[in-house]
């Protein structure tokens, strides 16, 4: 079945670091695929999305491209800040199966001052 | 934006007792909601979806008559523990969707924490 693979937390980076947090998937057909962040004591909130190959999704200076080539849909900022410290949880959506989300486990990021 | 408001935070309960999580859509109507289970250092795994006026639909796998999701309401949907074990503790999640947007605009709680004694 389909399935979302990422990397393992906690990830720990000094502030104005780069981050690069690892996503791939596992999926027939052509998913939709999220990055989804969860804050302290906040639910889920859908970060960025990409729907077709070559895609790029952006928002609060993250971005990720949608890499048919290697299923894989690496999340990436350049300089993180102390308020990006959360959980990301990656995920797909099957264009013809409405409604379920399949999640990866979710990476912590812990950004120090 | 959307707020899904989740209730309570924390339950701590005896086994054998029941648990009911509230989820609630403070400032749009949810025609359906979602149900969610987390356990550490595992994916948010769908348990059932649930519409409004009508009987939810779960997950291959997870026992319906143990957890019972009521609808009955476009605000409001409860999720019940009946006959609660330890092995049912776990981090609960639930989200909501506004009729007539896509799959991805689901909007979230904050999630309960069940632990069972």
């Not at chain 1, 079945?1 to 000094?14: F, I």
């Not at chain 1, 999340?75 to 264009?95: P, R, T």
């Not at chain 2, 509230?22 to 595992?42: G, H, I, N, V």
């Amino acid at each position: 079945g389909d399935s979302v693979t990422q990397m393992e937390g906690p990830v720990t980076l000094s502030e104005e670091a780069f981050l690069t947090i690892n996503c791939t998937y596992t999926a027939t057909g052509y998913p939709s695929l999220f990055w989804y962040v969860q804050y302290p004591g906040e639910g889920l909130q859908l970060l960025l999305k990409a729907t077709k190959a070559d895609d790029k999704g952006s928002n609060k200076g993250f971005e990720a491209t949608y890499r048919k080539e290697t299923t894989s849909f690496h999340l990436e900022k350049g300089s993180v800040q102390v308020s990006d410290s959360a959980v990301y949880f990656c995920a797909l959506v099957q264009g013809n199966r409405d409604d379920k989300i399949i999640f990866g486990k979710g990476t912590r990021l812990h950004i120090l001052p | 934006g959307a707020v899904v408001s989740q209730h309570p935070s924390w339950v701590i309960c005896k086994s054998g007792t029941s648990v009911k999580i509230e989820c609630r859509s403070l400032d749009f109507q949810a025609t359906t909601m979602f149900w969610y289970r987390q356990f550490p250092k595992q994916s948010l795994m769908l348990m059932a979806t649930s519409n409004e006026g009508s009987k939810a639909t779960y997950e291959q796998g997870v026992e319906k008559d143990k957890f019972l999701i009521n609808h009955a309401s476009l605000t409001l949907s409860t999720l019940t523990v009946t006959s609660a074990h330890p092995e049912d503790s776990s981090f609960y999640i639930c989200s909501a969707r506004e009729p007539g947007t896509t799959s991805d605009i689901q909007y979230f709680g904050a999630g309960t924490r069940l632990s069972v004694l």
